[in-house]
């Protein structure tokens, strides 16, 4: 398959919030919403479709969040998470900001693998941080999601 690993374009206020594929990283759309409208939704197209996306979320002066981040499942592997990771990086770094957060699952070990991969270090552990905020019990990997690994890149 070729790919053209352009830049993302930020999603205009009027179009559709490709919900499809933020469902991909989170459980719920009640809560995507709790991040998406205070955040800044970049889109990754390929043939006029939109395959790939992240949310760019400010936490303070300093520092900014990849609230979620998700590559259409036919697409997956071929380094195009790699890129948009990447992407955002120089983003936030062009933006001003000291520090770019990201936070999944326990039980996320390609995700884990792949953020650390491309620079970012664990810093924390939010325990219970999945038990406490979803409806359901949340298994990835064959394990019980239950705390939310952060991970940092400063900048
Ligand atoms: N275990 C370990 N590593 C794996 C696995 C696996 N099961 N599967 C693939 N990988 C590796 C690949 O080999 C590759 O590494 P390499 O470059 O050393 O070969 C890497 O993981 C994947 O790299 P990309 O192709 O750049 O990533 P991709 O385009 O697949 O995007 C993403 C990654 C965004 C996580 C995608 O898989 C996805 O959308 N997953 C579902 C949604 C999701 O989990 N999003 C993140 C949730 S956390 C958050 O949103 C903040
Ligand atoms: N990524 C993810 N999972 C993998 C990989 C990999 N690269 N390779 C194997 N696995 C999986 C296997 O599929 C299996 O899972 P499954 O049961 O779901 O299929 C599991 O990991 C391995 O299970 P076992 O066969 O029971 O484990 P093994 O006999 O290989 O022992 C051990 C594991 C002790 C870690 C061994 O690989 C080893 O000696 N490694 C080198 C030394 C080491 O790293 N020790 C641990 C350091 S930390 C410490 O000592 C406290």
Not at 74 to 80: A, E, S, T, W
């Amino acid at each position: 398959m070729t790919l053209n690993y352009t830049q993302t374009r930020l999603l205009e206020k009027e179009e559709q919030i490709p919900y499809e594929l933020l469902l991909l990283a989170d459980e719920t759309i009640e809560i995507i919403d709790s991040y998406v409208k205070g955040g800044e939704i970049y889109v990754f197209e390929h043939n006029s479709q939109i395959i790939g996306v992240y949310i760019l979320y400010i936490l303070d002066a300093k520092a900014i969040e990849i609230k979620n981040i998700a590559v259409h499942k036919d697409y997956q592997g071929l380094g195009i998470g790699t890129h948009l990771l990447n992407e955002a990086t120089q983003r936030a770094k062009e933006k001003g900001f000291k520090t770019l957060v990201i936070g999944t699952a326990n039980g996320a070990i390609k995700q884990l693998y792949l953020y650390q991969k491309v620079g970012f270090e664990i810093t924390g552990i939010r325990k219970n941080f999945f038990v406490d905020n979803y409806p359901a019990p949340i298994y990835e990997n064959g394990i019980l999601c239950k705390h939310m690994i952060m991970l940092e890149k400063q900048l």
